[in-house]
């Protein structure tokens, strides 16, 4: 904190100027002990104690520069962030150009997720302080959040151009890139992160390089990597579900089963997780299971990938009159699935309706005609 130390240039004020020196080194004296403990108590997670002190400071000095910033920075690390804005406002109003404040101010409007704000903030900080990597790493997040590619990336590189391997400008830089579907980009940047300590790698840093290679469709890689977040934490949602999907990506059916129910055995009630296993356990041919993992998400509440199950299993078993109540259902909510119509005509095909079928498909082509599926089925049904 010294630079804020040095900007407290107004403790002589015409009231005091009269005030012999010792007195005003004894204030001072006591100002900076004040600071200190209050910091100090902020680092223990004593926030009475440390409100405490900074207040004492303003005891002897009005609007104290690191006295606002102290109560500032309380109140934040308090999650009170409106209070936080107003006691760093308040030490703006006196000191313009107080870092501390400023930094604080933008991580305030941050947590509030009024990121332009913070932007705003965090640019007159860097107009004083323009290699700060901190600060261009928060904006370069900040814009990031604001769905602004081109600045984000620009800020990122910047700080990689300081310092090559900055593991916030990485883990930012692979955020940014998956964002926006540059996959193969965001498993550059994260692989770099984990090649710079793999031993001890954060567990989100390999979720995330798992879900590029799942993206990438390249499964296999994907389960090497959630394997070892499962080693760090075997009970690890990301990881559970990546190395679940990956598993049926690979078309390995059974194993993926293995880990949806691991989930479910830690949140038994999770509707799109109880779904997936219900497709996975319907493509084996385990439909006696699926029906019951489908029924148990539809009373958690309506699920259309469950309803859609329960129909296709219905036509897999030949019970098309069924299965073509369920499909008629399901397009009346979806009628833009064209999947579902699919279904459909082929159930009325296999029950010799065919020309119910073509007509569904006619209808549905007049509305999407560049529908290939679709297409060819009419032009099979049609010979």
Not at 227 to 233: C, G, N, S, V
Not at 300 to 310: H, K, S, V
Request: with cysteine; charged share 30%.
């Amino acid at each position: 904190m010294e630079s804020l130390f040095n900007q407290n240039q107004d403790f002589m004020t015409p009231d005091n100027l009269e005030m012999s020196s010792d007195k005003i080194n004894e204030g001072n004296d006591k100002i900076s002990e004040l600071s200190k403990k209050g910091y100090q108590l902020l680092k223990e997670n004593d926030t009475d104690g440390a409100r405490e002190a900074f207040e004492s400071i303003l005891a002897i000095e009005e609007n104290n520069n690191y006295a606002l910033v102290g109560l500032g920075d309380t109140a934040r690390k308090l999650n009170d962030f409106h209070t936080a804005i107003s006691c760093y406002n308040k030490c703006l109003s006196f000191y313009p150009t107080n870092n501390y404040a400023l930094f604080g101010l933008a991580d305030c409007y941050k947590a509030l997720n009024q990121f332009p704000k913070a932007i705003e903030i965090w640019q007159k900080y860097l107009l004083h302080d323009d290699k700060n990597i901190t600060v261009i790493t928060r904006v370069a997040d900040a814009y990031r959040k604001t769905h602004d590619f081109k600045k984000s990336k620009e800020l990122y590189l910047k700080v990689l151009e300081m310092e090559k391997n900055n593991p916030y400008a990485l883990i930012g830089l692979g955020h940014l890139s998956y964002d926006f579907k540059e996959y193969k980009d965001a498993l550059y940047y994260w692989t770099r992160i984990y090649e710079l300590n793999e031993d001890n790698s954060d567990i989100r840093v390999l979720t995330a390089i798992g879900n590029c290679h799942r993206k990438l469709k390249t499964f296999e890689k994907g389960t090497y990597y959630f394997q070892k977040a499962l080693e760090r934490d075997a009970n690890n949602f990301y990881a559970l579900f990546g190395m679940a999907d990956c598993y049926r990506g690979m078309n390995q059916q059974k194993k993926s089963i293995e880990y949806w129910n691991k989930i479910l055995e830690i949140d038994p009630r999770n509707k799109v997780i109880l779904t997936r296993a219900g497709d996975a356990y319907r493509t084996t041919g385990n439909y006696e299971e699926a029906v019951t993992y489908y029924n148990k998400a539809l009373e958690i509440d309506f699920d259309i990938y469950a309803a859609i199950g329960l129909a296709l299993i219905c036509k897999a078993q030949g019970n098309y009159d069924e299965a073509i109540k369920r499909f008629t259902t399901l397009i009346q909510n979806d009628s833009r699935n064209s999947r579902l119509y699919v279904d459909l005509a082929e159930c009325y095909a296999n029950i010799g309706k065919k020309d119910e079928a073509i007509k569904l498909l006619d209808n549905y082509l007049s509305n999407d005609g560049k529908n290939i599926q679709i297409k060819n089925l009419l032009e099979k049904l049609k010979k």
